[in-house]
């Protein structure tokens, strides 16, 4: 199953990123809190449609994560977000603490961890999303910026 999700998602970021924007764009929004280089090289496509492979899975929690109505995924270095959840730079900053896990990790690294963790956990209590949630979470009550790589790469 993994070769087959990594094999779509390296499909679906080539057939994206081409159209998509770069997160360098959100700079002043995010006050410092990632490096100019790291939102040069991260992306976003906004679209209706948020993009998920096909799995097949006996795994109720994986199913429903597969199934899960949301606002943002990422894939690598690309997230996707929908109309209503651009202008949120909240939900930016978690895709982008995603896209820093799979750098780390890798793509098998992280799908292994991540399909592993919603398996064993459930969503909420993954521990790579709730690592973005609570950074989310950070950014929106912090009055100061922080450095956001530095805690990823902590925590991981």
């Given at each position: 199953?993994?070769?087959?999700?990594?094999?779509?998602?390296?499909?679906?970021?080539?057939?994206?990123?081409?159209?998509?924007?770069k997160?360098?764009?959100?700079?002043?929004?995010?006050?410092?809190?990632?490096?100019?280089?790291?939102?040069?090289?991260?992306?976003?496509?906004v679209?209706?449609?948020?993009?998920?492979?096909?799995?097949?899975?006996?795994?109720?929690?994986?199913?429903?994560?597969?199934?899960?109505?949301?606002?943002?995924?990422?894939?690598?270095?690309?997230?996707?977000?929908?109309?209503?959840?651009?202008?949120d730079?909240?939900?930016?900053?978690?895709?982008?603490?995603?896209?820093?896990?799979?750098?780390?990790?890798?793509?098998?690294?992280?799908?292994?961890?991540?399909?592993?963790?919603?398996?064993?956990?459930?969503?909420?209590?993954?521990?790579?999303?709730?690592?973005?949630?609570?950074?989310?979470?950070?950014?929106?009550?912090?009055?100061?910026?922080?450095?956001?790589?530095?805690?990823?790469?902590?925590?991981?």
């Amino acid at each position: 199953m993994i070769n087959e999700v990594s094999k779509w998602i390296e499909e679906t970021v080539s057939q994206y990123i081409p159209h998509a924007r770069k997160c360098s764009e959100l700079a002043p929004d995010l006050r410092g809190c990632y490096p100019e280089e790291f939102l040069d090289n991260s992306y976003f496509v906004v679209t209706e449609n948020i993009p998920k492979p096909q799995v097949l899975s006996q795994d109720l929690n994986l199913r429903n994560f597969i199934t899960m109505d949301v606002d943002g995924i990422t894939y690598k270095n690309l997230y996707f977000v929908k109309p209503q959840a651009v202008n949120d730079i909240a939900l930016h900053v978690h895709e982008l603490v995603h896209v820093y896990q799979w750098s780390i990790l890798g793509v098998q690294g992280f799908l292994e961890r991540y399909i592993t963790e919603v398996t064993i956990n459930g969503y909420q209590g993954a521990p790579l999303e709730r690592m973005a949630y609570e950074i989310e979470q950070m950014f929106r009550i912090s009055t100061n910026s922080f450095d956001i790589l530095s805690i990823v790469k902590q925590r991981i």
